[in-house]
């Protein structure tokens, strides 16, 4: 089966202080990656998404970069973070059929100081 | 330009009772998918169910039941004698835009707080 691993789980950083954030997909393969954020309260907002090894697409413009090395490694980073930057971070996957539902990790939240 | 609507920010009900929340949504294609998710307080956002745009059955599991109806573009979810750990925040997505490149995108709508008390 199928799991999805999102690391880490808690985060405090301080402003201008560089970040990482991996997701690991396993029991599958070319998936569709994909970063959320979701700030207080409950929008989720589509930061990044993959359709392939180093094919990355940005859906708003930020202070956030996101990679994709391997086929099922995606990672979202920063090189310096702002105080906008806290919120609660999801990875997701989804396979290649159009009706695929995306299976999303426990998140990464993350408070900026 | 799609969109769903949750127009529940917040319920509260009592243990057993049963409880709907409403999920409206708005597409131009003809070819769409609608998705349920909860997220518990623990933050991970669990998969309910998939239903595509050519499918108005309604579905139902254990406690769960869906109510799809596409004259009036809604996609309902009834929690049968609700219990407390039912509570949580639950999402309607809509699927259907194809992102640049391939792919897909989900709009999300923006989540009803479910509250179950003893």
């Known amino acids: 089966s199928q799991t999805i691993h999102q690391w880490p789980a808690t985060l405090v950083q301080p402003v201008g202080s560089p970040l990482s954030l991996e997701c690991t997909v396993e029991?599958?393969?070319?998936?569709?990656l994909y970063w959320y954020r979701q700030a207080a309260g409950r929008g989720l907002q589509l930061l990044f998404y993959?359709?392939?090894?180093?094919?990355i697409s940005s859906e708003v413009p930020q202070n956030l970069s996101a990679s994709r090395p391997q086929d099922r490694q995606f990672i979202l980073s920063s090189k310096k973070l702002l105080l906008s930057d806290s919120g609660f971070y999801l990875c997701?996957?989804?396979?290649?059929?159009?009706?695929?539902?995306?299976?999303f990790g426990d998140g990464t939240r993350l408070s900026i100081l | 330009a799609q969109k769903v609507t949750q127009a529940q920010t917040e319920i509260s009900v009592v243990e057993k009772e049963d409880v709907t929340l409403d999920c409206v949504y708005e597409t131009r294609d003809t070819t769409y998918y609608l998705f349920w998710y909860k997220q518990p307080p623990s933050g991970e956002l669990v998969f309910l169910i998939r239903r595509n745009s050519f499918d108005e059955q309604n579905e139902i599991s254990g406690r769960y039941s869906w109510n799809f109806q596409k004259s009036t573009s809604s996609f309902n979810f009834t929690i049968t004698a609700s219990q407390v750990v039912d509570s949580a925040v639950y999402f309607c997505?809509?699927?259907?835009?194809?992102?640049?490149?391939?792919?897909?995108?989900?709009?999300f709508g923006t989540g009803t707080q479910l509250k179950v008390e003893l």
């Open positions: 997701a996957w989804r396979g290649q059929g159009f009706d695929e539902p995306q299976h």
């Open positions: 993959s359709v392939g090894i180093g094919q």
């Open positions: 029991g599958t393969s070319n998936p569709n």
């Open positions: 997505a809509l699927s259907g835009f194809i992102l640049t490149g391939g792919g897909n995108k989900l709009t």
